[in-house]
């Protein structure tokens, strides 16, 4: 059974920072791409980071480069976002996403989201 679950998140001042995290299972999880994605009221989903399943590879949305930094830890079939310097603007929910291909199929997985909200 497949499973996707994110950390709760919180209420955090201007300039903050927090941490989340995404524990997933019933995939290959060290093989599959994992991500972040926002979404804010009104808005749509938007990516916020990817990190490779093979290399660790990353990338980032331009609005938080160089103060979001996305991690795994694959024993533990857990990614990270440390997100720095928040601003109000970054209140939004917050899914894990997971993305691979396998035996031919491409599959992908959805946590529930868990939200942030910043403010002072």
């Known amino acids: 059974q497949v499973q996707v679950a994110e950390s709760l998140g919180g209420l955090v001042q201007p300039g903050g920072s927090l941490t989340l995290s995404c524990v997933a299972s019933?995939?290959?999880?060290?093989?599959?791409?994992m991500s972040w994605y926002r979404q804010a009221p009104g808005k749509e989903r938007e990516l916020v980071a990817t990190?490779?399943?093979?290399?660790?590879?990353?990338v980032y949305a331009d609005s938080v480069k160089g103060r979001f930094t996305i991690s795994r830890e694959n024993a533990k079939k857990t990614i990270f976002l440390q997100m720095n310097s928040l601003k109000p603007s970054e209140t939004a929910m917050y899914y894990c996403?997971?993305?691979?291909?396998?035996?031919?199929?491409?599959?992908?997985?959805w946590g529930q989201g868990t939200q942030v909200t910043v403010s002072s």
């Open positions: 019933g995939f290959a999880f060290s093989s599959t791409a």
């Open positions: 996403n997971a993305k691979g291909r396998r035996y031919g199929r491409t599959y992908e997985y």
């Open positions: 990190i490779a399943g093979t290399g660790g590879n990353t």
